[in-house]
């Protein structure tokens, strides 16, 4: 008996008929199809949500100023402060970071289209001049690093950041008619 099932285990097995095996085929592609399907299915489901929220652009690369030795450069890492830092050119070493301006963030609102970063740097009779996507001006006195912001704002914005700057005006007074509607 023991040399009967061994001789069953070693005898090689029949190849399934052609018919059956044209059942498989399509059905084994039909299976690949459906999982790849469902794999793109899943990978939009996950991914364009987090795209959709994106609605602010990268800020602009600010080239950086030297002046007197230093290199003033604005890293624009970070939506809700806007600073410098001085650098000594010859040994590379960081001298001084100073805030220039600090954004309120509303909590009601999407923080990243609330963001203003530093959009352009320049030195002019020893002040550093920030000036900030918005177009404020901001003076920096380079030896009492003392930060004062213009009075008049620069009116020669690009078209792309006023239709931003008015866009999140009318999302602030959106908001705060909301509130004031909740309150009362």
């Given amino acids: 008996m023991i040399t009967n099932i061994a001789a069953a285990l070693v005898t090689p097995q029949p190849w399934p008929k052609a018919a059956e095996a044209r059942v498989e085929v399509p059905l084994v592609r ?13 990978t939009m489901g996950v991914l364009l949500p987090s795209l959709a929220l994106a609605k602010r652009i990268a800020p602009a690369k600010v080239e950086p100023v030297i002046h007197q030795g230093v290199r003033y450069i604005a890293p624009n890492d970070h939506g809700r402060r806007a600073y410098i830092e001085a650098w000594d050119v010859r040994t590379n070493k960081k001298l001084w970071d100073l805030t220039v301006f600090t954004n309120r963030i509303d909590p009601t609102l999407e923080q990243d289209v609330q963001w203003v970063f530093i959009k352009t740097l320049s030195v002019q009779d020893g002040t550093l001049i920030v000036t900030s996507e918005r177009g404020e001006t901001y003076r920096v006195d380079l030896k009492t690093k003392t930060v004062t912001q213009s009075e008049q704002p620069n009116t020669a914005l690009e078209p792309a950041v006023q239709a931003e700057i008015l ?18």
């Fill in 30 to 42: 039909r299976f690949m199809v459906m999982s790849q399907l469902v794999l793109i299915f899943f």
């Fill in 167 to 184: 866009a999140l005006q009318h999302q602030w007074a959106t908001a705060i008619e909301r509130q004031d509607a909740a309150a009362g």
